[in-house]
């Protein structure tokens, strides 16, 4: 929580976020395992990833300073390298609904060897 308080834009929302972050995202990872719901959580993971891309393009555009780096695996990505990690990862997550997409319609077979 120490953390989102010095994020910007987040001063007033930092406890509530600080819950429902992980909260949401341990459910999206259930639905996602859950083979009748991976379609739900390919698209709630889509917009989780596309909703923090768009945070920190805006904290990059719009920000007077920009806070410290974050914490875990990323820690030593500057801001910009942030994003484009998350656009990656966003792309990544919407090749994820369209394969499933296909997969359904039973247009892409998977062959594991």
């Not at 929302?13 to 459910?27: K, T």
Request: glycine content about 4%; hydrophobic content about 55%.
């Amino acid at each position: 929580m120490y953390q989102l308080r010095k994020q910007p834009f987040f001063e007033n929302i930092a406890l509530l976020l600080s819950y429902a972050v992980p909260i949401i995202e341990l459910i999206v990872a259930v639905l996602l395992v859950i083979k009748k719901l991976r379609a739900i959580g390919l698209w709630a993971s889509f917009i989780l990833m596309m909703s923090f891309t768009i945070y920190v393009a805006f904290v990059l555009s719009f920000a007077k300073q920009l806070p410290c780096q974050c914490g875990g695996i990323i820690d030593s990505l500057d801001w910009k390298q942030h994003l484009i990690l998350n656009i990656i990862l966003t792309i990544i997550s919407l090749i994820g609904i369209l394969l499933n997409n296909k997969l359904k319609r039973g247009n892409v077979k998977l062959q594991v060897s």
